[in-house]
Each structure stands twice: as C-alpha cells, then as structure tokens.
C-alpha cells in the first residue's frame, strides 16, 4: 500500500509562514523525486518544488523561489516544505507527490501518487 500524508497546513497571516510535511510510507520509499504542487480553486495543479530522495538536488518553482525551502528527513521518510513570506496568492491546497523522473519534475503527470492535500490559506 503506497500512502503520502500531508499536515500543516492552516490559516495564516500575510508575511507568515507555515511549514507542510508529508509522510511516505510502502514502495514510495523507492520514489526517487518527491515535490510539491499546489492548486487554487479554478486553476490548474501546479509545480512548487521537488527534491530528490538520494543527494538532495532541490527545484522550485520562480514565484517562491527564495520564499519556500524543501528538504527531507530519510530516516523518518518524511519531506517538508518551508513556507516564508506569505502572501494571499500563496493560497490552495497543497499536495505531496512522489515519482522517478527528475527531467520531468515540473510535470505533475510524471509522478505516480499523491497526498490528499492540505490547505493554506493566506489572508489578514
């Protein structure tokens, strides 16, 4: 049985900040690449960032590069996702995936199972 599961997410001030966490368990251990995506209402599912499982190697997407820090805990199977200066565009909800294509990283289809989501809310 392959299970991600995110926590963290909440309701937040702008200019705050929010850590997510997604806990892997079952064959995505293996998954080489794990990322985030995120998506409003209405709008596509898009990228925010991935990192592969082995050296670490980070991407993010431009709208929260130098806002946003990914990283993961091996030991624990665990993947976070560091949100800093929020703003209410930053808003949806926020999903863990895991696959094995880092060329493709960007592509949501390129990963092979998902979280159920948390969301962010960012509003004064």
């Known amino acids: 049985q392959v299970q991600l599961v995110e926590s963290g997410g909440g309701l937040v001030q702008p200019g705050g900040s929010l850590r997510l966490s997604c806990a892997a368990s079952?064959?995505?251990?293996?998954?080489?690449?794990m990322g985030w995506f995120r998506q409003a209402p209405g709008d596509e599912r898009e990228f925010v960032a991935a990192?592969?499982?082995?050296?670490?190697?980070?991407s993010y997407a431009d709208s929260v590069k130098g806002r946003f820090t990914i990283s993961r805990d091996i030991a624990k199977n665990t993947v976070y996702l560091q949100m800093n200066s929020l703003n209410p565009e930053d808003t949806a909800a926020y999903y863990c995936?895991?696959?094995?294509?880092?060329?493709?990283?960007?592509?949501?289809?390129?990963?092979?199972?998902w979280g159920q989501g948390t969301q962010v809310t960012v509003s004064s």
């Open positions: 995936a895991a696959g094995d294509n880092w060329v493709r990283r960007l592509e949501k289809f390129a990963y092979n199972y």
């Open positions: 990192i592969t499982r082995s050296s670490g190697s980070t």
């Open positions: 079952g064959r995505t251990f293996s998954s080489h690449v």
